[in-house]
Nanobody, 118 residues
Framework: QAQLVESGGGLVQAGGSLRLSCAASTTIFDIAAMGWYRQAPGKQRELVARFTSGGMTDYADSVKGRFTISRDNTKTAVYLQMNSLKPEDTAVYYC????????????WGQGTQVTVSS
């Protein structure tokens, strides 16, 4: 079973930048999507950005123009560059890789805390 390991979270002032990284411990086949989600206290987990199987990207409206998702060519790592951070971006960020081969299998990272101070 592949594990996802995240890094790059931390405390930053509003307007600052952070880069999150996520690496899979082994190759995951039949990837349907790779991306990042976040969960703020008292709120549901929400999509931040992802690659779909066709290579297209989806972004939450709240992060468009500020965040950029990227991945390596082997599709074993995915990154999130976060610029112009706002206090409302404060959350635990989770990496997700979804595979599909008849059945859906979701892999999740352990989460990394991002805190943006005003």
């Amino acid at each position: 079973q592949a594990q996802l390991v995240e890094s790059g979270g931390g405390l930053v002032q509003a307007g600052g930048s952070l880069r999150l990284s996520c690496a899979a411990s082994t190759t995951i086949f039949d990837i349907a999507a790779m991306g990042w989600y976040r969960q703020a206290p008292g709120k549901q987990r929400e999509l931040v950005a992802r690659f779909t199987s066709g290579g297209m990207t989806d972004y939450a409206d709240s992060v468009k123009g500020r965040f950029t998702i990227s991945r390596d060519n082997t599709k074993t790592a995915v990154y999130l560059q976060m610029n112009s951070l706002k206090p409302e971006d404060t959350a635990v960020y989770y990496c997700n890789i979804r595979s599909y081969f008849g059945l859906t299998n979701d892999f999740w990272g352990q989460g990394t805390q991002v805190t943006v101070s005003s």
